[in-house]
């Protein structure tokens, strides 16, 4: 059950559960205000559970509590708060100290949210490291299948990311769609992630569109479209990265079907460059 605006009561400066319009509920269960709901999904997002995420707004609200007024502030029960006040101190997200004989909590600064997620990713990248060398002793493929636009659109920046500085990703077909389909906000991210990076993009396309000419001049020089009249269509192409290839759809269902396979890879590499000799320049 979620707290929406016109069956809610305020309580305790928080909101809580109604069974009723106006009718509050005999053990409220706590939610956060709607202001608060995109800051409550991001807590969890990196990391914390969902009552870890409920403690630690309470406490970023109100400054320093007692555990029994997390509780009454929270509608958790008691064991749960004292749960999740415990494991967000371990965390370092909460400081504990006592005052008159009794133990108060309060959170530090928000900064600390990020020493965990550093100490996860530098973990990650050991561990990537250590199964690439198990990997290595035999050579292995993989294919992967992003299905619906969300996805489609992960798959677009999960390859910016993979992509090493001074690289280069070729396209055997470029799509008026696929403005529309990776959208504007998605577009400027990954345009700063090639700036950044200096990631050349090479693509041949069917023909010329009206949206080509703005993002040749967005790239400064990092993207080159040629034009060859034997691309069959320009609904679906074929990215070709350095170790993979990248089957896309831009029309739906949008799917991304993805193939780890060096030696592919480099086959693809090779019947692009051949097509990009015999392709005119736009």
Known sequence: MRCVAYNCQQFYDDIYYTDTVGAVMSAPVPCVTENMTTLFGDLQKVGLTENQSVVYLALARAGTLRAGEVIKKTGLHRNIVYTSLEE???????????????????????????????????????????????????????????????????????????????????????????HSVIGPELEQKLNRIQQRKKLVLRGIAKSSFPALGGYLRSSKGL?????????????????ILEDRICLQSFVEPYFVVEIVNKEVAKNYQNYFDFLWRQSKSR
């Open 88 to 178: 967000l101190r371990e965390q370092k997200l909460i400081g504990k100290s006592q005052i008159r004989g009794v133990f108060c909590y309060k959170m530090l600064s928000p900064s600390r949210l990020l020493f965990d997620l550093k100490e996860r990713e530098q973990t990650a990248r050991l561990a990537i490291e250590e199964l690439g060398h198990l990997t290595k002793r035999s050579p292995t493929q993989e294919i992967i299948v992003y299905e619906g636009l969300e996805e489609f659109r992960r798959h677009a920046l999960r390859s910016y990311n993979l992509a090493t500085a001074g690289g280069m990703h070729r396209y055997l077909g470029s799509s008026p769609r696929w």
């Open 223 to 239: 993207v080159d479209i040629r034009i060859n009249p034997l691309i069959s269509s320009d609904t679906n192409n074929v990215e």
